[in-house]
């Protein structure tokens, strides 16, 4: 079974900085890869995904993440916080060829003003 | 609707007591999924429906669990003689069903408290 590592479970950024998640996964064959976000008193919904082709994969309100098969890892990154990234962002994976999406365990982030 | 809506949006029951839960997916979605979010643990795979073919029931953590998707429709997600440690936001979610790689459209999800 598909294994997915969330490496914190809260994350405080000032407003103005860099947006790390880490994401981990456990497979010998690379998996589709999702990051969702749920906003507060909202549906989770897709910020990006990783297919095949360019690893470093460019999503909404200016969320990449790149995909790196030597890591086995899928981190969430965002330049330069705003108030409104305050959220909780799950990483997911989906083996090729099913369809069963594998969720981490979430991290929330705060920013701070 | 264009989203995937659940009703209730919260649920308080008594230990013991039978809950069922609804979801309507995108029309014309043909997988709809539901999964089960508690505090601190990420979302747990419960069930999966795609069109006519038997459900994946394999996240169904009792025997207490059941669900059905009617006319390859609506969904509802049953829960028998329910415990405290069911209580959790219970999503659904739908896709087109065309894809392995294609996104989930989430509900809002159904708070269910059992006290």
């Known amino acids: 079974a598909q294994s997915v590592t969330q490496l914190g479970s809260h994350v405080s950024v000032s407003e103005g900085a860099l947006v790390l998640l880490r994401c981990n996964y456990s497979?010998?064959?690379?998996?589709?890869l999702f990051w969702y976000v749920q906003y507060p008193n909202q549906g989770l919904q897709l910020l990006l995904k990783?297919?095949?082709?360019?690893?470093l994969v460019k999503g909404i309100n200016g969320f990449e993440a790149e995909f790196k098969k030597s890591e086995t890892s899928f981190h969430l990154t965002k330049p330069s916080a705003h108030m409104s990234d305050a959220a909780e962002y799950f990483c997911?994976?989906?083996?090729?060829?099913?369809?069963?999406?594998?969720f981490g365990a979430g991290t929330t982030v705060t920013v701070r003003a | 609707g264009a989203g995937v809506s659940q009703s209730p949006s919260n649920k308080v029951t008594e230990k013991g007591k039978d809950v069922e839960l609804r979801c309507d997916p995108i029309?014309?979605?043909?997988?709809l999924y539901w999964y089960r979010q508690s505090l601190g643990q990420g979302l747990e795979f419960l069930i999966y429906?795609?069109?006519?073919?038997?459900?994946?029931k394999s996240g169904l953590p009792s025997d207490r669990f059941s669900a059905e998707r009617t006319g390859g429709s609506v969904s509802t997600l049953t829960i028998q003689r329910t415990q405290q440690e069911d209580s959790a936001v219970y999503l659904c979610?739908?896709?087109?069903?065309?894809?392995?790689?294609?996104?989930?459209?989430f509900g809002s999800g159904t708070q269910l408290s059992v006290l």
């Open positions: 979610a739908s896709s087109p069903g065309d894809s392995d790689n294609e996104k989930l459209f």
């Open positions: 497979s010998s064959v690379p998996p589709y």
């Open positions: 990783y297919t095949t082709g360019a690893t």
């Open positions: 997911a994976v989906r083996p090729l060829g099913d369809y069963k999406l594998s």
């Open positions: 029309s014309g979605h043909t997988a």
């Open positions: 429906f795609q069109g006519n073919s038997a459900p994946d």
